[in-house]
T-cell receptor, first 112, second 115 residues
Framework: DQQVKQNSPSLSVQEGRISILNCDYTNSMFDYFLWYKKYPAEGPTFLISISSIKDKNEDGRFTVFLNKSAKHLSLHIVPSQPGDSAVYFCAAFHSGTYKYIFGTGTRLKVLA | DGGITQSPKYLFRKEGQNVTLSCEQNLNHDAMYWYRQDPGQGLRLIYYSQIVNDFQKGDIAEGYSVSREKKESFPLTVTSAQKNPTAFYLC??????????????FGDGTRLSIL
């Protein structure tokens, strides 16, 4: 039962344009959502998060949008840079279990 | 520098052998986690510990065991009962395992292969 889904395994974007990574979830009890970035042979690093009571959080070039009614969140990267090329995971946190549930990841390639 | 250290980076195991993956953190974090990553799949939770001397099973605990005798250490043993142990294993920690959603810090992983 995949509670957090990233339906696009890969995405290619031209440098300077917007990258939009999507994530869907099924459990309405999740309290927080997080995005992580992962380079090959390294562990994921935290990027940005959003509380379930908000619909937008922004940090520099990164913005996360949450649509609770659709159980959907997205990460926008503007402008995209070649260094952004990595695998991006979304994760959901359930305060009742203190567990983080991860999606399968989307590989972003930013073309110079 | 504060962080999480996983060792070794690559590990090979013979069929029927137990093997222990090391995870050490000097971030003074209370909570620690072990995940497994397989190709095309997300990170799946094996075990987690919110505080010293306490740990809980995650979603795929069968064939694995852990201990949390010290705050900074959370070793994972892959036992011979784990039928498909070949995977990339990630250890993580967060400040407080009981209070909320603090982002996790990850080690660089151990890749385990069966000979």
């Amino acid at each position: 039962d995949q509670q957090v889904k990233q339906n696009s395994p890969s995405l290619s974007v031209q440098e300077g344009r917007i990258s939009i990574l999507n994530c869907d979830y099924t459990n309405s009890m999740f309290d927080y959502f997080l995005w992580y970035k992962k380079y090959p042979a390294e562990g994921p690093t935290f990027l940005i998060s959003i509380s379930s009571i908000k619909d937008k959080n922004e940090d520099g070039r990164f913005t996360v949008f949450l649509n609770k009614s659709a159980k959907h969140l997205s990460l926008h990267i503007v402008p995209s840079q070649p260094g952004d090329s990595a695998v991006y995971f979304c994760a959901a946190f359930h305060s009742g279990t203190y567990k983080y549930i991860f999606g399968t990841g989307t590989r972003l390639k930013v073309l110079a | 520098d504060g962080g999480i250290t996983q060792s070794p980076k690559y590990l090979f195991r013979k069929e029927g052998q137990n093997v222990t993956l090391s995870c050490e953190q000097n971030l003074n974090h209370d909570a620690m986690y072990w995940y497994r990553q397989d190709p095309g799949q997300g990170l799946r939770l094996i075990y987690y510990s919110q505080i010293v001397n306490d740990f809980q099973k995650g979603d795929i605990a069968e064939g694995y065991s852990v201990s949390r005798e010290k705050k900074e250490s959370f070793p994972l043993t892959v036992t011979s009962a784990q039928k498909n142990p070949t995977a990339f294993y990630l250890c993580a920690s967060s400040i407080d395992g009981t209070g909320g959603h603090q982002p996790q810090h990850f080690g660089d992983g151990t890749r385990l292969s069966i000979l």
